[in-house]
């Protein structure tokens, strides 16, 4: 099994996640081969919360044009991880 650090890449900063987190829930970027037990099992033991549920989304990455040739390049995919937390439990790093 893959410790906390190799399962959360980063948490994901932006205008709907902080929506998501009046209701309880954060965003991270993880691992693209963690399962939702792995990510639950992460989040509880890097934060020391009680995970109530998980979802994960892949997103595909942008297709980029290059500026010197006429060619295209593509961003790297990503996996995200939605994950709500029961009752009033916070995650005081995305709070400051």
Same mark, same amino acid.
């Given at each position: 099994m893959a410790s906390d650090r190799d399962v959360l890449i980063r948490p994901v900063i932006s205008e709907?996640?902080?929506g998501l987190?009046?209701? @309880?829930?954060?965003?991270?970027?993880?691992?693209p081969k963690a399962s939702k037990v792995e990510i639950r099992e992460a989040v509880?033991?890097?934060?020391g919360v009680h995970?109530?549920?998980v979802n994960t989304m892949?997103?595909?990455g942008k297709r980029k044009r290059n500026r010197r040739k006429p060619t295209f390049g593509k961003r790297p995919d990503t996996k995200r991880a939605v994950v709500r937390l029961v @009752?009033?439990?916070?995650?005081e790093l995305f709070e400051s």
């Open positions: 709907k996640s902080y987190m009046e209701k @309880g829930a954060y965003v991270f970027v993880v691992d509880e033991a890097a934060f995970v109530a549920g892949i997103r595909k @009752g009033d439990d916070r995650i």
